[in-house]
């Protein structure tokens, strides 16, 4: 019986060092050349491609070598030979060797993919995902997962150093309301009852700091059932970190340190510590955003004591309504912009919530604007003073009574102003931390405040007594961290007090009995001696979707869903049985 060819070596591994060696490869055929009596054969597997040669002197491989066609997997024995000078491809680190293939094995037949396994292919998305093993084997999907793995290797090594234990939280838990809405899973041992996946293992983590865990992480399986984005999927990857007797500085510093050994360690790139800190305040009066952009500049700048007692009664009277009039300066924004486009961006404005964009272009003749004439000179000197002003720059304003719809749809405009004229540095990594936000906000349609982050986040000591008055007001000990405009992670210090905790159940608008049916077992565990502790969660997917410089999540997961939460591949979610939904005494009405 014939001996098999078995690998020793991947086929991007071979350079000219091996020249001489008989080497043993195994892949997918890439293409398949008759030239003059020779076939070429661009072997790949996940590390590479390496061309062999077959030669009608090896009768029985060469007659293999005929029949084999793109995608069929085999086996090669051969010996590695110096290309002619004449012949050397460079683009890649295997084009100046070949193998001379002696031995052919064809160990696997294959149809005509439906799209070619190379990069920078044109073909729709979901015909990708209906053929992912396809999709996966082209070069750049094998690079992104194993970045990935790089990524969580990393993670754990560092963690691991610093003295954090790993552990796995339940995936089967408890309904608890306060977030986007649960997957629900049928318990078929306990009629008419339900588990949930769990959005974050939050609750757990604050557990296992009751249970003196001390340092704890988990790169943990999410769910959450809520409209996809492209950097949003129904099942994604959080890592999450719980630490205990700490404070806001502890985990920011360690966090730093974490992702500057990540990001130096899997690309490369060197990260300066420690990063650059703002209030959720200061980000959005400056960007309007919470999790601001800093690759460029454009700052939002406020001129409502500028412009309050003015003629012009679309600002003054906004000013008076105790609103805000905000714009930014497009530097050399008057040469870059017709009157045309000008309209245009006003209507943009618009789309971004604005009821209008006031504007002004600086030129050497003055400032040349339809409400110029509302101004005296004494003004204009203000605002092109506040607005740092020169020759060329185009101002735009946004004034509002609402004052955070002014800062919104100005920080919108920002972001579209920023990509239209090519602002935006990509090789930079901008990560930012944003701090104390608000603990609360009011929900118009429930009529009551929700919490912002999640209701186990501490509010600052000296704003605790604000929960009663005025509980808009309170801060939070609450921080995320943002990378070029995108929010990667957030924590907070939690609240470890159980007479805190259930005051802010209360402003929440929780029964103290509906409290203990959803939270009890945190209440209850929190009886028995809580140190104070704080964490920190983050999408480990749009983490690397960044790093990697991708459009989409999607490319950087490897069985992800569509935009509405299907897989093409496995047609999930299907209908089931009705033998299984009788065990799980459940009945389906559409």
Known sequence: ????????????????????????????????????????????????????????????????????????????????????????????????????????????????????????????????????????????????????????????????ENGFVEVETPVLTKSTPEGARDYLVPSRLNPGKFYALPQSPQLFKQILMVAGMDRYYQIARCFRDEDLRADRQPEFTQLDIEMSFVDVDDIIS???????????????????????????????????????????????VDISNIVGSSSFKVFSDVVKDGGRVKGINIKNGGKAFSRRQIDELVEKAKEFGAKGLAWMNVTSEGIKSPITKFFDEQTIKEIKDKFDCEV????????????????TSLGSLRIYLAKALNLIDKNKLNFLWITEFPLLEYNEEEKRFVAKHHPFTSPMEEDIPLLDKEPSRVRAKAYDIVLNGTELGGGSIRIHDAALQEKMFETLGFSK??????????????????????????????????????????????????????CPMTDAPSEVDAKQLKELHIQVKI
């Open 1 to 160: 019986m014939k001996k098999k060819i078995k690998r020793n070596y991947y086929c991007g591994d071979l350079t000219k060092e091996h020249e001489g060696e008989e080497v043993c490869l195994s892949g997918w055929v890439q293409t398949r050349r008759d030239l003059g009596g020779l076939i070429f054969v661009d072997l790949r597997d996940r590390s590479g491609i390496v061309q062999v040669v077959f030669n009608p002197e090896r009768k029985e491989a060469f007659k293999k070598a005929d029949e084999i066609r793109s995608e069929y997997v085999i086996a090669v024995k051969g010996k590695v030979c110096r290309r002619p000078a004449e012949n050397v491809n460079a683009k890649i680190s295997t084009g100046y060797i070949e193998v001379i293939g002696e031995e052919l094995d064809i160990l696997s037949k294959a149809k005509t993919p439906p799209f070619p396994i190379e990069d920078n292919i044109k073909v729709d998305e979901i015909v990708r995902l209906k053929y992912r093993y396809l999709d996966l084997r082209r070069p750049s999907m094998q690079y992104n997962m194993i970045f990935r793995s790089k990524i969580n290797k990393a993670i754990r090594d560092f963690l691991d």
């Open 392 to 407: 060329g720059d185009l101002i735009v304003f946004i004034a509002d009574s609402n004052a955070e719809l002014v800062m």
């Open 254 to 300: 360690l966090n730093e340190k974490l992702i500057k050994y990540v990001v130096e360690k899997v690309t490369g790139i060197k990260v300066e510590i420690p990063f650059a800190r703002m209030t959720y305040e200061q980000a959005m009066e400056k960007y309007g955003s919470d999790k601001p952009d800093t690759r460029f500049g454009m700052e939002m």
């Open 513 to 566: 009995e509906r409290a203990w049916n959803n939270f009890g077992f945190l209440l209850k565990a929190f009886e028995y001696g809580t140190p104070p502790h704080g964490g920190i969660a983050y999408g480990l997917d749009r983490m690397i979707m960044l790093l990697l410089g991708l459009d989409s999540i999607r490319d950087c997961i490897a069985f992800p869903k569509t935009q509405n939460a299907s």
